[in-house]
């Protein structure tokens, strides 16, 4: 056990709460899940947070994603200082957004035309819109436990904080809204094409995390994704890939481009944005077209392109393209993933890790995780104890079983030994 303070944290988090619900602005950020008091952070440099305590942390949060070069990267924050003296915003066109447009659409597969807005929330929304506007249909097919933002029509049977908090959808989604989404389990094509089979003709868009984050890393199996690809375009069905969490993240065109599959829309956030509020989506340009003010789609956004994002995102998509980051990335995260298996084995706790490039989760089970079933069978409680004890050793998880660790490139072999030996002494913690 350490001697880590938390007071001044626990003094923060009971004032937050006066004013916020829970004291946080997201849900997860609470610790509600795993029965702590959460950290309030002060600052953050590479690989590390620091607590307004003064603890420093090795982080494998990475703000769910966005901090893929590191946190306060000098480029990064450079670019943004730079931007910032020019305005911070205009409501009127600026040449960052034609630069940062034109770097997504040379590296996404799918992509030749595209928006920016501010959240991956209003991304999905937005395409979702845009699908149901270009077929005329309704209808909009998900995964059980895959997370598309807080969209009303897209709040049911969510994972990541919905799941983590006992709450599968919410109040206040209208049940007109919630009777237009129809779910199967991730990884099962056999149950997508009887789906399709039998409401086809009434739906609009089938929307995935082409890789699942928000049920824990779950990959998809051999197939999955080509076969979704021939069945919606069996059944004229807009295929959304909502790579907000994997565009930019396990590959530089994202999972589309690891896994060759091209969707007719693509949802990206996290990354692009370089660690500001930006999410952005784009397709084919028969569809994009259809988005005011060139067709009768409409969607808008005070802020979005936002000068401030669009240099963060042009400066940490030039890091990304440098030789050799995502294969520094692939290793870095590799032997992490080995490290940990070996001390869980060691220290006799069941664990089954998931991986795919940089984002991994560590499973309390000991049988195969392949969808939102297996995620909710794992030991949750046996995750908290393990979350808590990592935390007192000065590693920052994300605070539920339902979500995926990010590995940056700053996490160099110094920050994953330490994070192996901490998780050993934690997962001895977990089995006695």
């Known amino acids: 056990m350490t001697d880590r303070c938390y007071s001044k944290s626990i003094v923060a988090h009971a004032a937050a709460r006066k004013f916020m619900p829970g004291g946080v602005n997201s849900p997860v950020r609470a610790y509600k899940s795993v029965g702590r008091e959460p950290i309030t952070i002060a600052s953050a440099s590479g690989c590390h947070v620091m607590d307004i305590d003064g603890n420093q942390y090795l982080d494998y949060v990475g703000s769910y994603g966005p901090i893929i070069v590191g946190h306060a990267h000098e480029l990064v924050v450079g670019a943004i200082q730079h931007a910032a003296q020019r305005g911070t915003t205009f409501g009127m066109p600026t040449e960052l957004e034609t630069q940062l447009a034109q770097v997504v659409v040379d590296a996404v597969p799918s992509v030749e035309v595209v928006r920016f807005v501010n959240s991956g929330t209003e991304a999905v929304m937005s395409a979702i819109r845009l699908a149901r506007g270009a077929t005329g249909r309704d209808k909009v097919i998900k995964c059980i436990g895959g997370y598309h933002g807080h969209v009303d029509g897209l709040l049911v049977q969510a994972g990541s904080g919905a799941t983590t908090l006992g709450v599968p959808s919410s109040p206040g ?203 909710t069978a794992c030991d949750t409680d046996a995750f908290a104890r393990y979350f808590g004890a990592m935390l007192d050793r000065g590693v920052t998880l994300p605070p539920s079983q339902f979500e995926a660790y990010f590995v940056s490139l700053a996490h160099d072999e110094d920050a994953i030994a330490q994070t192996v030996a901490a998780a050993r002494e934690a997962f001895a913690l977990v089995g006695a």
């Open 173 to 375: 989604v209208p049940a007109t809204m919630a009777a237009q989404t129809l779910l199967v389990p991730y990884n099962d094509l056999d149950a997508a094409k009887q789906m399709l089979a039998k409401h086809g003709n009434d739906v609009a868009a089938f929307a995935i995390e082409p890789i699942a984050g928000n049920m824990g890393c779950i990959p998809p199996e051999e197939g999955y994704l080509a076969g979704l690809r021939e069945l919606c375009d069996e059944h004229s069905v807009i295929l959304i890939f909502d790579e907000v969490m994997t565009g930019f993240r396990v590959a530089y065109g994202g999972a589309q481009s690891l896994y060759g599959i091209t969707p007719d829309i693509t949802c990206m956030g996290k990354v692009v944005g370089g660690g500001l509020p930006c999410a952005a989506y784009g397709g084919r340009e028969d569809l994009m077209r259809q988005i005011a003010p060139d067709g009768p789609v409409y969607q808008a956004g005070t802020l979005s392109g936002n000068p401030l994002a669009m240099a963060a995102g042009v400066a940490q998509l030039e890091v990304l393209r440098r030789d050799g980051q995502y294969e520094k990335l692939e290793r870095t995260s590799a032997v992490l993933a080995d490290g940990l298996c070996e001390a869980a084995s060691g220290c006799g706790v069941p664990v089954t890790i998931n991986r795919a490039g940089s984002m991994l989760t560590v499973f309390f089970t000991d049988k195969p995780v392949r969808n939102y079933d297996d995620a």
